[in-house]
């Protein structure tokens, strides 16, 4: 264990190295504009931030900063640092992150598992088929359609924003960043909750007497969420990267929209910044996984 | 025996299945917003709030509610006196003294001084605050000397307190749009004593002191940014909205959502692909204006196929049909565009492109026997580029002109597209051929049209357009203290220009705003600004 946590450190300074120096292969920089500006001042601007620096001494002077916790000016934001940026969004995205997560893993798995029991009836196809479509159709097409039933038209939920931050606002974009993994996750604990419901040791258990309800959720259940936990992993990686349109469709302020937003306008410390939080973010998501799987299978445990 | 019925009583209830949903979907309660609060949309996310850093509409929206000019902008666009009661001007036309307000206060109670004005305009020209827009304030003795770091000294700029109310300001050179040249974010005054106890993040809520309607409350970045009524403010008896809230919404779709479900009062934009369905849905509340703004290609004249080809650029300006463009593929009551100086500009009659009285048959007769001339022909045709930046827009655009020209002309066009910041980095080394851009007045003068297509802007000029008549011209017309003489030379160099065309003008832009019916006092201008104490809410 403490052996995948050290090898953790290795994997963002190569995330961190790749991503600091492939921005900056893109053409054009922070303070382009259309309005040319006189070349003295740009040369101000470039020696305030040090993009004069030859790119090794800013790399190294980046990597200075972070390791006093310190992400740097924001080019484009002019009036607040990244950490500060970072500071304000990343709670949002990972409020909406969570929560989406948490409506995923328990409305599919029960979805999944409901579903499972039910095998061949309606209420089965009628899940499997909700399932397929949610996968099918992307949240890019989910949202919009949302705010406009539930936000336009019924008028039951704000469209846009945070507001006081109150559930009302928060509903709309979770359930559109969840929609498609409950889809997933309820076709995946379909699967193999059917697999698990038919192995032997349920067998024994229902012949020993015990009641469906404990056969159902001790027995079946923990063997059958094992893929869902190794799902995990993508899972979130999928959330990070919905985030980025949904955070744009419902005006949520969140970490979202920096990743895409800062590449574009060359917002190099911006960049960074996002980069950092979700490597890291991820790097620990995949290594609590690791640690879940150990828990829900004692094999992987001895394996170690 | 259990065994067989526990098939038919699943371990998982749909009971069960319920409470898990209801889990999730929690109780929906509804509230709406204080009454005197007006909300509106404000694009993207302003830059900074620093006057003499920001650049973009989305940051002078909230800094003209902020802020007061020693000029201001009425509710209709036009001039009225800001911080200066009035002023006068020196028979050269090159001295300006303005006499401020006595009752004009910061939103800390202290009264808004000359010393604040030279105080602000200094820093608006310091190479080392690093401002983009310092040309704003060139015009004053010794301005671009200063930002080109030719003079160091900042106190040599020509601005001067001759008492606490009395700022006398000296030009290099009679400039008569200065006055309206004022009304920009970068000549407001700064409360010198914020700056210097807060630094960088004097722009923050609690620290930004202002001098406008407006104070600053809350800022939330990508969120929200609030303004509430500056209790110090010498008009501020005539404010009638106690607080403004502006919500950057980048997604136009989104900002269109909000506006329907009453979320925002007033949105910055309207999806162009909306446009529709707005003018058939929300006819009483749509504002469709026009804008001082052109949308144009800009031909490379600084090599083939373009350089000395007067004819072949004429050919292909004359064979766009820009009703149908504006009519069929923009479709947002844009302007077709003869001209590169929109119409609406002060004191400026305009010109037009020789062969706009031509009927459509006769500028496709005219344009093909100059295409034919420059030694083209459908066997041997034109090949050419279109290098526009990522967008639908420009793209749908593209597409309409290269048919334009392939039905009319059988010109071959491949289209380009390069991202924001790539296109900028290509047009600068002017690797391209045709150009899509645009350009936005700075201020209402013909001249920040006019100027952009001088021999002697580098690399701000498009096309690389050089002619010395046209310099000459806008010199002249740069020192002429005569408004009239001024915009008939002005004019003449216009002519100049859309008989050469450097440029294709194709449409003049104009702004889409939804303004809920509970908003009084909004009037449409050209120069878009609305400032929010000309607003009221209807009760």
New interface residues.
């Given amino acids: 264990m403490i052996r995948r946590l050290a090898s953790a450190v290795p994997t963002l300074f190569i995330i961190i190295a790749i991503a600091f120096f492939m921005i900056r292969l893109a053409p054009g920089g922070p303070f382009d504009r259309e309005r040319v500006v006189p070349p003295e001042i740009s040369a101000n601007l470039n020696r305030v931030y040090h993009l004069d620096e030859p790119l090794p001494k800013q790399f190294v002077r980046y990597l200075g900063g972070l390791a006093r916790g310190d992400f740097g000016p924001s080019f484009k934001y002019r009036d607040f640092t990244v950490t500060e940026l970072i500071a304000a969004g990343f709670p949002v995205s990972l409020k909406i992150g969570l929560l989406a997560m948490a409506a995923a893993v328990l409305l599919g798995v029960g979805l999944g598992a409901w579903a499972a029991q039910r095998r061949n009836s309606a209420a089965d196809h009628l899940v499997m088929g909700l399932a397929m479509t949610g996968i099918a159709v992307p949240n890019f097409v989910v949202a919009p359609l949302l705010s406009l039933v539930i936000g336009v038209y019924l008028n039951l939920l704000p469209v846009g924003g945070l507001g006081d931050g109150g559930v009302r606002y928060l509903l709309l974009p979770v359930i559109s960043l969840a929609l498609p993994q409950v889809a997933y996750i309820a076709r995946l604990s379909r699967g193999s909750m059917l697999e698990v419901l038919n192995a032997d040791f349920i067998r024994t258990g229902r012949a020993k007497g015990l009641t469906e309800r404990r056969v159902v959720f001790r027995h079946a259940l923990k063997n059958a969420l094992t893929p869902v936990v190794s799902y995990l992993g993508p899972a979130t990686a999928a959330i990070v990267t919905g985030s980025v349109v949904i955070e744009q469709i419902f005006a949520i302020p969140g970490l979202g929209r920096y990743f895409v937003q800062g590449a574009l306008n060359r917002d190099y410390t911006l960049v960074m910044g996002v980069v950092v939080t979700y490597g890291t973010l991820i790097i620990m998501l995949n290594l609590a996984v690791d640690l879940l799987y150990g828990v829900l299978d004692p094999r992987v445990r001895s394996r170690e | 025996m259990?065994?067989e019925s526990?098939r038919h009583?699943?371990?998982?209830s749909?009971r069960?299945?319920l409470i898990?949903?209801s889990?999730?979907?929690?109780?929906?309660?509804?509230a709406h917003a204080a009454k005197n609060t007006l909300q509106r949309g404000n694009g993207a996310?302003p830059?900074?709030?620093?006057v003499h850093?920001s650049?973009g509409v989305p940051a002078a929206g909230i800094q003209r509610d902020l802020f007061e000019g020693l000029v201001a902008e009425a509710a209709d666009g036009s001039l009225i006196p800001g911080v200066a009661e009035n002023w006068t001007l020196s028979d050269d036309g090159k001295v300006y003294t303005f006499r401020l307000r006595k009752n004009a206060k910061w939103s800390n109670g202290e009264p808004v001084t000359a010393h604040d004005f030279v105080f602000a305009l200094r820093r608006g020209v310091d190479?080392?605050v690093?401002?983009?827009?310092?040309f704003i304030l060139w015009p004053i003795a010794n301005g671009e000397e200063i930002?080109?770091?030719k003079v160091k000294e900042l106190n040599r700029l020509g601005v001067e307190a001759v008492d606490a109310h009395t700022l006398k300001v000296t030009l290099k050179a009679p400039t008569p749009y200065f006055i309206g040249m004022l009304t920009h974010p970068h000549a407001y005054p700064v409360h010198p004593k914020t700056l210097e106890r807060h630094g960088?993040?004097w722009?923050?809520a609690g620290n930004l002191v202002s001098n406008g309607a407006y104070r600053l409350t809350e800022w939330?970045?990508?969120?929200?940014i609030r303004l509430e009524r500056n209790p110090h403010y010498w008009a501020a008896d005539n404010v009638r909205i106690d607080a403004v809230v502006f919500?950057?919404?980048?997604?136009t779709?989104?900002?269109l959502?909000?506006f329907?479900?009453n979320?925002l009062d007033i949105t910055y934009d309207v999806p162009p692909d909306q446009i529709a369905w707005v003018e058939k849905n929300l006819a009483a509340q749509f504002h469709n204006t026009a804008y001082l703004g052109t949308y144009y290609y800009a031909l490379n004249l600084t090599k083939a196929p373009f350089r000395d080809r007067l004819g072949l650029r004429n050919a292909l300006a004359m064979t766009i049909d820009r009703e149908i463009l504006t009519g069929k593929v923009t479709k947002g009551g844009e302007i077709p565009a003869y001209a590169w100086v929109p119409p609406g500009v002060n004191r400026y009659a305009g010109a037009t492109v020789p062969w706009k009285g031509l009927s459509k048959a006769e500028r496709l007769a005219r344009a093909k026997k100059l295409y034919a001339e420059a030694g083209y022909s459908r066997d041997n045709p034109l090949k050419v580029q279109i290098l526009y930046n990522t967008s639908d827009n420009h793209k749908r655009i593209a597409i309409a002109i290269s048919g334009m020209w392939k039905k009319a002309l059988g010109v071959e066009t491949e289209l380009f597209n390069q991202?924001?910041?790539?296109y900028?980095?290509?047009r600068?080394a002017r690797q391209f051929e045709v150009l899509r851009?645009g350009w936005i007045g700075d201020y209402n003068d013909a001249n920040t049209f006019l100027e952009l297509l001088k021999g002697d802007v580098?690399?701000?000029n498009p096309a690389g357009y050089a002619n010395s008549e046209y310099d000459a011209l806008m010199r002249k017309a740069e020192k002429e203290t005569d408004l009239e003489v001024r915009a008939g030379l002005m004019q003449k160099a216009e002519e100049i220009l859309l008989k050469d065309l450097p440029i294709i003008p194709i449409y003049h832009y104009t702004t889409q705003h939804l303004v809920s019916p509970r908003v009084q006092g909004w009037v449409d201008n050209v120069m878009d600004v609305h400032p929010t104490r000309f607003l009221s809410l209807a009760p």
Avoid at chain 2, 419 to 422: A, G, P, R, S
């Fill in positions: 259990l065994e526990a009583r699943p371990g998982i749909t069960t299945l898990l949903l889990v999730v979907l929690l109780g929906v309660s509804s996310e830059e900074t709030l620093d850093k650049s190479p080392a690093g401002s983009g827009y310092a930002t080109k770091g960088d993040k722009t923050r939330v970045p990508q969120s929200h919500h950057p919404t980048e997604n779709s989104t900002e959502k909000r329907r479900s979320e991202e924001w910041k790539v900028l980095t290509t600068k851009a580098g690399t701000m």
